[in-house]
């Protein structure tokens, strides 16, 4: 596919709102007709469509199938990377018993009719497998019925497979079912109450498929949002305030850019909704010219409350919290009354474990594109992970009503959590309201990017151990304090609430809930709301499980180590799989004896324990439950490395990673989000970190910023464990066991305890000298 264009005059492509329903009604479920905008792509489709192809069935708003029998598959979610069209496409496809060959996706827009849900926390397939597989056994279920009554046989007698159902010696395909008509349709009450395959019945799912848009993306015909491209549009590039929140513009000085050839314009934005507030905007007929503009151009602002705020300052003032025992919310963990074990306690284990401020850097820079389409409505073009949040938001910035604002959302090249905010799509609103409507592609530069991400926060986290006289453990705490990211999305009004009737970001404290038994255990989040305010601390791949996880499997290793057990067999001691922690189904089924299982086998795979791999040298494990209690993928973990005592550095010689998430839907898939997931961990444990300073990130570009590169990429072995329990995520948990388990190896490697991400040479040589 081109990229779109359109001008002010132009006729097709039709970008009006009552264009494109028109158009969509005329096309039924959008079979084989050139989209209205080539946005929400739609992926193995044929370009010229047949007379037939106008013959469709749709049982359901997820999918529809057309008089050649092509099966068109509706996806919500967002695609950056991950290939969750294929997934979810091949879930329903098997129910439905579809030849994948005749299968297409298309990704849809922002309708309220989808659902609205974004796109993050390892919850695509976990959430919409039900969904699919009803969807796909309403097909499957119609398309026998018209078999079965065609032919006067019983519906029993029949079956469905590779777009053909057969029975009694009879046998037709979907399209010619399709052709001849169809019109069953299903209530809700009908849908749950389907029959649905055994795993054994399944041919698609679990087995290697090539993925539907493979082609368009190593041919470069997949669009991103930096690829929208509307005639008559102009470019603008930010000048970013000296704090995230609070800034307000005093002046604007562009005298010396008016002679920049290409310049336009300088906007302040005056954002009501206080998303982007004190941001400028200035326009070039192309976007160099507007960037060489903007180094021209002097703003004068008043800064806002955080300008002098470090990343010292952060967590000094988490220390300060945590120190406050009435501070925070208590979770839920059962027995949460710690205090009669420690008092009884022959000995104890206190440890602080802090992390670094991370910055996201997608590889395609914020951007987005606005205008006031004919029909005079506000039409936006982004990659976005919450479509349906970014129109309301933009809504709300403009001061417009509901269905004023239309968003086409395009493929994401790097969201991991950053597209989940939208200050880039409000930005690029205000700024075509401020020209008249005109079409405006507003860019980030990375330096800017930078200071207008949501980064991860920076964190402080207090364990503590009570043990008896058997040297068993009695009792555990938990304190985190960080940055609350569910701030940049919602209020506290729409947070769950703790047994102490506080609310608490469960995006901020994941993974402290451990299935350990640790007898009482007690776990405090905290929000520090100076981190927030100071840069929006919002969603990063994996988000509080980056950090939890690795104080949490860190501290378990310490106990191991000061009771004198081998750290694999303490934390299998504590993995029992009993009350709280056996788990209940669908989704946590097995509790914590799958937990014991993935790191049993990793530990086998490793070949962990093994003296005879060199000087500094050793195998350090981990074990995690990514992303949340009620849908836990389980993660053992294992690494092996070297350290170096004169430098401090690292050589990470293999990875190995088990994993549990359930029926595993894409395997090729699934295991790309696991490597990808764990050389990001890898790259968080040893490298990636900035600072605040005064307050902004001090890194704002890759010269300074440096992730894991090529020739630090460990081997990775990935293992996924066979089950037929219900899927949960896997974009996520991958992360989550990495850094404990190289703090862990270092320790085996040298009695060297890192207690701080990202462990650097630095620390590692001044930890080797204590």
Request: proline share 3%; charged share 20%.
């Given at each position: 596919m081109m990229p779109m264009k359109q001008g002010n005059n132009a006729s097709p492509p039709d970008f009006t709102r009552r264009g494109f329903l028109v158009a969509m009604s005329a096309a039924g479920a959008a079979f084989g007709f050139p989209r209205v905008a080539q946005a929400a792509a739609r992926f193995a489709a044929s370009e010229e469509p047949s007379p037939l192809a106008r013959q469709v069935f749709e049982p359901s708003l997820w999918y529809a199938i057309d008089g050649e029998g092509r099966v068109n598959i509706?996806?919500?979610?967002?695609?950056?990377?991950?290939?969750?069209?294929?997934?979810?496409?091949?879930?329903?496809?098997?129910?439905?018993?579809?030849?994948?060959?005749?299968?297409?996706?298309t990704y849809v827009d922002h309708e309220k009719k989808w659902g609205g849900a974004p796109t993050a926390g390892s919850r695509s397939v976990w959430s919409m497998w039900s969904v699919y597989r009803q969807a796909g056994a309403a097909g499957r279920v119609a398309l026998i019925e018209a078999a079965a009554q065609m032919w006067g046989i019983p519906a029993e007698d029949c079956s469905a497979e590779a777009d053909i159902v057969t029975g009694g010696g009879n046998s037709i395909t979907f399209a010619a079912l399709v052709t001849e008509g169809l019109s069953r349709s299903f209530t809700?009450?009908?849908?749950k109450a389907l029959p649905l395959k055994p795993h054994s019945d399944f041919r698609l799912i679990g087995q290697d498929v090539a993925a539907l848009d493979i082609a368009d993306k190593t041919t470069g015909r997949a669009l991103y949002g930096i690829d929208a491209e509307v005639d008559g549009m102009v470019y603008g590039v930010p000048l970013i305030p000296p704090t995230r929140q609070g800034s307000k513009v005093i002046s604007i000085d562009d005298s010396e850019a008016k002679g920049q050839k290409g310049y336009l314009r300088t906007i302040d934005l005056q954002d009501p909704s206080g998303i982007v507030p004190g941001m400028v905007v200035v326009v070039g007929e192309t976007l160099m010219a507007a960037k060489w503009a903007s180094e021209l151009i002097t703003v004068e602002w008043e800064?806002?409350?955080?300008?002098?705020?470090?990343?010292?300052?952060?967590?000094?003032?988490?220390?300060?919290?945590?120190?406050?025992?009435?501070?925070?919310?208590?979770?839920?963990?059962?027995?949460?009354n710690t205090a009669p074990a420690f008092e009884t306690a022959?000995?104890?284990?206190?440890?602080?474990?802090?992390?670094?401020?991370?910055?996201?850097?997608?590889?395609?820079?914020?951007?987005?594109?606005?205008?006031?389409?004919?029909?005079?409505?506000?039409?936006?073009?982004?990659?976005?992970?919450?479509?349906?949040?970014?129109?309301?938001?933009a809504q709300r910035a403009l001061g417009v009503g509901p269905d004023k604002v239309t968003m086409r959302t395009y493929m994401l090249g790097g969201g991991f959590g950053r597209r989940v905010f939208g200050d880039y799509v409000v930005a690029a609103a205000l700024t075509t309201k401020a020209l008249g409507g005109r079409p405006i592609k507003l860019v980030f530069f990375r330096e800017d990017d930078s200071l207008i991400d949501c980064p991860r926060s920076p964190s402080v986290q207090k364990l503590r151990l009570a043990i008896d006289d058997n040297q068993a453990i009695t009792a555990m705490e938990h304190s985190a304090a960080a940055g609350w990211p569910s701030y940049t999305v919602r209020t506290e009004a729409d947070m769950?609430?703790?047994?102490?009737?506080?609310?608490?970001?469960?995006?901020?404290?994941?993974?402290?809930?451990?299935?350990?038994?640790?007898?009482?255990?007690?776990?405090?989040?905290?929000?520090?709301?100076?981190?927030?305010?100071?840069?929006?601390?919002?969603?990063?791949?994996?988000?509080?499980?980056?950090?939890?996880?690795?104080a949490v499997?860190?501290?378990?290793?310490?106990?191991?180590?000061?009771?004198?057990?081998?750290?694999?067999?303490?934390?299998?001691?504590?993995?029992?799989?009993?009350?709280?922690?056996?788990?209940?189904?669908?989704?946590?089924?097995?509790?914590?004896?799958?937990q014991a299982a993935v790191l049993r086998r990793v530990a086998?795979?490793?070949?962990?324990?093994?003296?005879?791999?060199?000087?500094?040298?050793?195998?350090?494990?981990?074990?995690?439950?990514?992303q949340e209690r009620e849908m836990p993928t389980w993660n053992g973990t294992a690494v092996q490395l070297r350290v170096d005592r004169e430098t401090g550095m690292v050589e990470v010689q293999k990875l190995w990673m088990v994993i549990d998430c359930g029926t595993v839907i894409d395997p090729d898939g699934a295991r790309a989000q696991c490597e990808g997931a764990a050389l990001w961990g890898l790259s968080m444990a040893l490298y990636e970190g900035t600072k605040i300073v005064d307050g902004q990130v001090h890194d704002r570009n890759l010269g300074s910023y440096a992730p894991l590169r090529m020739i630090d990429t460990p081997e990775i072995e990935i293992e996924l464990m066979e089950s037929t329990h219900a899927p949960t995520g896997l974009g996520e948990p991958g992360v989550t066991g990495v850094a404990p388990a190289v703090a862990n190896a270092i320790f085996n490697a040298t009695g060297a305890r890192l207690r701080h991400l990202p462990m650097t040479p630095d620390a590692i040589l001044k930890a080797l000298q204590t």
């Open positions: 509706n996806i919500t979610r967002a695609e950056m990377g991950q290939h969750i069209g294929t997934a979810l496409a091949r879930i329903l496809a098997d129910e439905l018993g579809a030849n994948w060959d005749d299968v297409q996706i809700q009450d009908e849908l800064a806002g409350e955080t300008a002098t705020v470090s990343e010292d300052d952060i967590q000094a003032l988490s220390r300060e919290l945590i120190a406050d025992e009435n501070a925070g919310t208590l979770l839920d963990t059962g027995n949460f022959v000995d104890t284990l206190e440890a602080e474990y802090t992390t670094s401020t991370v910055l996201h850097f997608a590889l395609e820079p914020m951007n987005a594109t606005a205008f006031v389409n004919d029909g005079g409505q506000y039409e936006i073009h982004a990659g976005s992970q919450w479509p349906a949040l970014m129109t309301d938001w769950a609430k703790g047994v102490n009737g506080k609310p608490y970001d469960t995006a901020a404290i994941s993974g402290a809930d451990h299935w350990y038994e640790v007898g009482a255990h007690r776990v405090r989040a905290i929000a520090n709301h100076l981190a927030s305010q100071t840069v929006r601390t919002g969603f990063l791949r994996s988000i509080a499980p980056g950090w939890t996880n690795f499997e860190s501290f378990m290793d310490e106990a191991a180590h000061k009771l004198g057990v081998d750290p694999l067999e303490f934390r299998l001691a504590h993995l029992r799989g009993e009350g709280r922690n056996a788990g209940e189904g669908p989704h946590s089924v097995g509790g914590a004896s799958r086998e795979l490793s070949g962990y324990g093994r003296t005879d791999i060199g000087p500094d040298t050793a195998i350090g494990i981990a074990s995690t439950y990514g």
